[in-house]
């Protein structure tokens, strides 16, 4: 690896007409993972607005972490003619000596890699990101960048990667498809609202899933009065003490029942048990979740948030918020349409596309940096006994775009 220089690298400018060349980083190519979700809507194009969209981006390198046995990244390389090279530095700079692509994807999700303790997936998002920037600062340019679902398990290399591509001056996205694919219905939360209360409720266990849900909240909840200044204490409970909470007023039925009832994935006893029931209601809940999880969310601002991970209850993500003087509870689903096609994951890199072709991000990587940090912090929760935690570390402001980017067509 070259040695690092104090120069600072320059963003690539934007050219009218020319078609960009972009190098995907991932941990593994295979058939279902992220990097073909992703990786392919830059081969093939997707659909968007109804037509079949083909952005005036090339994949030209690739470079794989792992290789397993149902490995397509060869196969693709063969039918799309671009190479695939043994380092992240090389597939930069496709072979060569300088950076030679105009943005980076990159992917670190699925592939075998080792837990920590609390049970964080080590995925080598932080490893991938610092070579690339390394590339940057020894060429003197810097090109966009998008990282897949959180920037990192450690909220602290989270945070040096937003300030490494701040120092560097290069767009820099990342996150969940959640926040910008389809709501139903397809609502938002007024800019400046004063928000009382908010409840999400997801499935799929930690720690994946959970970021799925913590950050399609957020991306919600960052548009309230003030914008977002960030979360001053978390905490992470399970099993009965889930229900004791309810009881007790942590969390409200109220906001559980409404987001519940934009769900259309609700489960019974059985699979022919299957009948339409007010879950929100009564002990029927606990008979059918398995491992609850209550997340709670403390914000600065004084806002509380309460995420519900409900395995065996339902099977899609929704959210359900009171704002202050508006009569009825606002709710939604978030909508993610089944696999192999996952469409919602075209929703995101259309979003991805305009970033490499016009040089600006549509959301703030701030936004994914504070959700990195706590969901690391209500993991270390319930590592410390389900105790709550102070979090002055995730004093994290920014503003929201005007406009939500989520699909409305």
């Known amino acids: 690896m070259r040695s690092r220089t104090t120069r600072q690298p320059a963003a690539s400018s934007p050219t009218p007409g020319a078609r960009k060349k972009i190098a995907i980083v991932t941990t593994v190519w295979k058939y279902l993972s992220h990097a073909q979700h992703m990786g392919d809507r830059f081969l093939v194009g997707y659909p968007h607005e109804g037509e079949w969209r083909r952005p005036p981006i090339d994949v030209v390198a690739l470079y794989v972490d792992q290789k397993p046995r149902d490995d397509q990244s060869a196969d693709r390389a063969r039918s799309f003619g671009f190479k695939v090279y043994p380092t992240i530095a ?21 592939g075998d890699y080792p837990r920590n303790d ?27 960048v998008f990282n897949d679902k959180h920037l990192s398990y450690s909220f602290d290399k989270a945070k040096t990667m937003v300030s490494t591509a701040r120092r560097l001056g290069f767009p820099f996205l990342a996150g969940s498809s ?12 007024p800019m400046d609202a004063e928000v009382e209360d908010a409840l999400m409720v997801g499935v ?3 720690d994946p899933m959970d970021f799925h849900a913590l950050e399609a909240m957020q991306c919600v909840l960052e548009r309230r009065k003030g914008g977002e200044t960030g979360v001053k204490r978390v905490q992470l409970i399970e099993g009965d003490a889930v229900w004791r909470a309810a009881d007790e007023g942590r969390w409200s039925r109220k906001l559980l029942e409404a987001a519940l ?84 994951s075209a929703c995101l890199m259309n979003h991805v596309a305009t970033m490499f072709l016009t040089g600006r991000a549509d959301y ?15 993991l270390e929760s319930k590592l410390k006994a389900h105790e709550p935690l102070d979090t002055p570390h995730l004093a994290v402001h920014y503003q929201p775009p005007r406009e939500s980017v989520f699909e409305r067509s």
């Open 90 to 110: 090389e597939a930069l700079r496709c072979g060569g000596d300088k950076l030679a692509v105009d943005g980076v994807l990159v992917i670190g999700e699925h």
């Open 118 to 144: 609390k049970g964080q997936i080590l995925y080598p998002r932080y490893e991938f990101f610092r070579q690339i920037a390394d590339v940057f600062e020894a060429d003197g340019r810097a090109a966009p």
């Open 178 to 189: 959640l926040p910008v694919t389809w709501r139903l219905p397809s609502v938002d939360l």
């Open 204 to 206: 799929g266990g930690s």
């Open 261 to 344: 009832s934009r769900s259309d994935s609700l489960k019974g006893l059985t699979i022919r048990d299957g009948r339409p029931q007010n879950l929100a209601e009564g002990d029927e809940i606990k008979r059918i979740a398995s491992h609850p999880a209550a997340y709670f969310i403390d914000y600065a601002d004084g806002v509380k948030a309460t995420l519900l991970m409900l395995d065996g209850v339902l099977a899609d993500y929704n959210l359900a918020v009171k704002v202050k003087g508006l009569p009825d509870l606002l709710s939604m689903q978030f909508l993610l349409p089944p696999n192999p096609n996952v469409a919602y």
């Open 364 to 378: 703030p990587v701030e936004r994914t940096m504070l959700v990195s940090g706590v969901l690391e912090s209500c």
